[in-house]
């Protein structure tokens, strides 16, 4: 899985997958050339391999147990972690087309990782437990239909989905669209401190964070709602009922597309040509889980853009892990915590290979980006509910 020898990175996750489908355990070599997975040879694997464009080497079984003696050395970064059964994996989406696509909705179907959609339905009726492994698209967990509305509240697709969202919500017995999304939202809080694992991209993240710190206090204004929003909710917001967020300030008007002052967009003063982050470097044997999450063939990833596209660092709490992050604007953009018995991690922008997605844009067609450090990042949490957990130092 290092730069050099790997012609299909992407594709190489899914044939790990696959291995793990029949009941083959595959160890994830963490660090080593890029973070390679071993896997027992076979003709069919061969063949598959051959099959998806994946490129591979055999190894004869005194090299492999050199390798491994070598990666289990005190001196060396690395450590190799066994993948032991394939996460059943549930892709949070509204049912039908969007005017924007999903970049993990993407890259599951381009590395041929098979995924459930669910949506509020199966979530208010306690589906989720039937997962390993949660995404949320990109959504709005607030009820402010992604604040949308200045630009696009005359557009016949805004409408639409907001009479959707609106008949959805009575139909599961809520009077307002952003009390039903904060039930969901409460929902996903408990499957994750249950033990479940979620990914979250672009808005899904602080919208998430901050429908859940407002719990109880009505943020919306009546475009939205129908209804005035509460007054002096600001200083009503519950930082402790968060997973990531602190000490953040809302965005009032309804006029302006952001929803606080998480996300570092309209304080951005860097240029494309230099908008890369910087991955964390982790011990492999004491932290294996955020090794894991930062696997790559590179350290350094392209920067890309969103509704959210990084995180204020003064804004995120002192337990959660930065694992990505750009100094020269103070923004993280790649972060990881657990809560309860769960973990999560949270994606800054919309499309990795898209640097500035914008509402009718054509997808990205992953086939011109098969080496993609930034879709890396997203298959990591992939495998990583496969992982035989061992206790790590922090």
């Known amino acids: 899985m290092d730069e050099d020898t790997q012609q299909d990175h992407l594709k190489a996750y899914g044939l790990t997958y696959w291995m793990l489908q029949k ?11 890029g973070g390679s997975f071993l896997m027992a040879d076979s003709q069919e694997l061969r063949n598959e391999c051959k099959i998806r464009g994946i490129s591979f080497e055999t190894l004869s079984d005194s090299k492999t147990e050199e390798i491994l003696t070598m990666i289990s050395s005190p001196s060396q970064n690395m450590e190799a972690v066994v993948l032991e059964k394939a996460p059943k994996i549930a892709v949070y989406s509204p049912k039908g087309n969007l005017p924007w696509d999903d970049a993990v909705t993407m890259v599951l179907t381009y590395a041929e990782i098979p995924y459930e959609v669910v949506y509020d339905k199966e979530v208010l009726s306690d589906q989720l ?27 016949p697709w805004y409408i639409e989905e907001k009479q959707k969202a609106e008949a959805l919500a009575q139909e599961l017995g809520y009077s307002k669209v952003s009390e039903e999304k904060r039930a969901v939202a409460l929902k996903i809080r408990d499957y994750v401190v249950g033990g479940g694992f979620m990914f979250a991209m672009c808005s899904a993240t602080d919208s998430f964070d901050i429908a859940l710190a407002a719990e109880d206090v009505d943020i919306c204004e009546p475009m939205f709602d129908g209804d005035a ?3 002096g909710y600001q200083n009503k917001i519950d930082y402790s009922k968060t997973f990531a967020f602190t000490d953040f300030t809302l965005e009032r008007s309804p006029m302006v597309y952001e929803f606080s002052s998480i996300d570092t967009t309209p304080k951005r003063k860097i240029p494309r040509t230099t908008d890369y982050f910087t991955l964390m470097n982790y011990s492999a044997k004491w932290d294996p889980i955020p090794t894991m999450l930062t696997q790559n063939h590179t350290s350094l990833v392209k920067g890309f853009m969103g509704q959210t596209t990084a995180y204020d660092s003064k804004e995120i709490k002192s337990n959660v892990l930065v694992m990505g992050e750009n100094k020269t604007n103070n923004e993280a953009r790649y972060i990881h915590g657990i809560k309860g018995k769960g973990f999560f991690t949270f994606y800054g922008g919309h499309d990795p290979e898209d640097y500035q997605h914008r509402v009718g844009d054509p997808k990205t067609e992953l086939e011109l980006h098969p080496t993609s450090p930034g879709y890396r990042l997203i298959l990591n949490n992939v495998l990583f509910p496969a992982a035989r957990k061992k206790k790590q130092k922090t």
């Open 229 to 231: 929003s509460e007054a």
């Open 23 to 33: 009941q083959q355990k595959v160890k994830w070599l963490l660090n080593y050339r």
């Open 129 to 155: 437990i039937l997962y390993d492994w949660l995404h949320l698209h990109h959504e709005d967990f607030t009820g402010q239909y992604g604040k949308f509305y200045r630009a696009y509240r005359a557009a």
